[in-house]
């Protein structure tokens, strides 16, 4: 049991109090080593140390997944422990708050910054699932929120690890964010935090849950029964695409809700595309793209957000001239639609459409080059510029098999170009 006048947990110095949940207190800290600050849970425990066995159960869940997952919008787990005087788990701080302090502010966000949270979620939650693990507590608090709706999603102590070596927690989940199926004791797969996630979309977007009653009774029988008002009724700007996509995800029967965290995240993708030239390409549509891009297949989900991160995105009108031929430059290009066309010295040489890239000489020779044909736009596009210094700034595995691709893309096109050339000489 910790004194109230805590200063040091372990290896780590304490700065202050973050806050408490159901299975302990949250620590704000410093890691002396790294110089870094970290969230530090100290689980519950009796005056004797002993923790009560759900709390037990959760902490050794949590425990067990420090280093096992690496994704962007998943707060790391980056160390466990436990002792005759205080357990604790140990995970990467983010400063900005939940999603629940978000929503007690009574501010609703713009309707695409709530898409976008609930594309980065199910990513995420489906990156969990891949790795044969269910959340199982989804909910406003388990989500923390750093900048503009970059998002780390918290608390696996209740989560469902297949193959663990150890009971599960079987009474899990908060009554207002439970699914139908958690509500009847059912057995729970990812289709449950499907229904949840819903539940935390549909509050994002509404500023009002689908679910209330006086009563845990009442709130269950609303779960159970009840089909929800369609969010656009409570806000008039939220478009019906949207609707239908919140709506499918809260189906009271699992199998009628999507097949898939891809399919419920692509979904969200498409709703959120923006079209005007003036507009920003959002983060779930800048995932979509590269990840759709079959040249970039060997690369995983978190290669993907470091890759779309670096670029730099724009939507730009037919007739705009993208290189220039003789000019220097280091940025490697994917034309994301639309259409471009190549020329030399006045000649066409190629007509590039959507998904090629271009441009990667630089990167491959490493260093500014002068560019050898001039690229202008022939239709509206949209265009994804990677410098080569920001390209370079990725991760070893993640340069590795890009800079793979890039050279079987150059090898491709080089022998299109040679065949193009030979037949406009003769």
Known sequence: MLSTGITR??????????????????YLALDEFLKVEVAIKVYESDLLGQMPSHVRLQFLTEASLAGRLEHPHIARILDASTGDDVSYVVTEYVPGGSLADLMEK??????????????????????????????????????????GTEVKIIDFGA???QNANRQQLLDVGSPAYLSPEQAQGKELTYKSDMFTMAIVLYELCTGRRPFTGKSVTELVAQITEKQPATPSSLRPEIPAQLDKIILRALEKEPAQRFDSWADFALALADVGRLSAFEQSIPDSEKFSVLKERPLLASLGDADIW?????????????????????????????????????????????????????????????KAGERGATIETSADSTLVEFPRIAVETLGDHCQLQFAKALMQNLSDRLAFSNVRVLANGR
């Open 106 to 147: 009574d501010e609703l966000l713009p309707v695409d910054d709530a898409i976008e949270i609930g594309f980065k979620c199910c990513g995420a939650l489906d990156y969990a699932f891949r790795n044969d693990i269910i959340h199982r507590d989804i909910k406003p608090a388990n989500i923390l929120l750093s900048v």
């Open 9 to 26: 947990i372990g290896k780590y110095l304490v700065k202050s109090r973050l806050g408490e949940g159901t299975s302990g207190v949250v």
């Open 159 to 161: 989560a469902w690890i």
């Open 306 to 366: 470091e890759l779309a991160r670096v670029g730099r995105w724009s939507r730009v009108p037919s007739r705009t001239q993208v290189v220039s031929e003789g000019a220097a430059g280091d940025s490697l290009f994917l034309l994301v639609d639309g259409e471009a066309k190549v020329t030399i010295k006045g000649r066409l040489l190629n007509v590039l459409g959507s998904g090629e890239w271009f441009g990667e000489i630089p990167y491959i020779i490493g």
